[in-house]
Nanobody, 124 residues
């Protein structure tokens, strides 16, 4: 069992930056690959980025490459999403998730555990 809690969302202007954190509880955290998803109003939850259990491999959606960076610190049971050059279309609730297996995530059905989400709003 893994419990996840995201923090770090907020309101930021276009071009600004935010750093999201997702703290995990449970002894098996380091066994899980982790991912960030987001969901805008009226839209499906979409994949943002993922990271292997060791942190050695990452995978990102095309729309966030060179802007967002995923990282993890297994000693702190925490993953991060550094978001730079934010755009209004990045506005969404951001969720972290834990899963097993290949980090090339096809969709939310791969996720075994979800956090409650944190709101990110980018003003134009």
């Amino acid at each position: 069992q893994v419990q996840l809690a995201e923090v770090g969302g907020g309101l930021v202007q276009t071009g600004g930056s935010l750093r999201l954190s997702c703290a995990a509880s449970g002894r098996t955290f380091s066994s899980y690959a982790m991912a960030w998803f987001r969901q805008a109003p009226g839209k499906e939850r979409e994949f943002v980025a993922s990271i292997s259990w060791s942190g050695g491999f990452t995978y990102s959606a095309d729309f966030v490459k060179r802007r967002f960076t995923i990282a993890r610190d297994n000693a702190k049971n925490t993953i991060y999403l550094q978001m730079n050059s934010l755009k209004p279309e990045d506005t969404a609730v951001y969720y972290c998730g834990a899963f097993l297996g290949n980090i090339v995530v096809a969709g939310p059905s791969r996720i075994d555990y979800w956090g409650q989400g944190t709101q990110v709003t980018v003003s134009s």
